[in-house]
């Protein structure tokens, strides 16, 4: 099986008071295996990722593939010079 990489944005980031975050829309297709392999990946990167509105399908046609919609958010601490 191949896990493909479709979409990767990075959207606009969010202030808030103590940290500013940085969502992340993200689109795959792959096995079952191949999709929990990548989020298994993202949960042992070094900083903090969370993982928001997941939407699996897939479709018999396209058996055993299913294509993966999730948003991914990273932060960091926020800075007095930065802006907001």
């Known amino acids: ?7 990767l944005i990075f959207l606009e980031e ?3 008071n103590f940290y500013i975050e940085l969502p992340i829309a993200i689109e795959a297709t792959g096995s079952y295996h191949d999709l929990g ?3 298994s990946g993202m949960a042992s990167l070094p900083r903090i990722v969370t993982l928001h509105d997941f939407q699996i ?5 396209s058996a055993p593939l299913l294509e ?7 932060y960091r601490y926020r800075e ?3 802006a907001g």
């Open 68 to 74: 993966m919609k999730i948003r991914a958010k990273t």
């Open 37 to 39: 392999a990548f989020i």
């Open 14 to 16: 969010q202030t808030q």
């Open 80 to 82: 007095e010079d930065d």
């Open 1 to 7: 099986m191949v896990f493909v990489l479709i979409v």
């Open 57 to 61: 399908l897939g479709d018999d046609a």
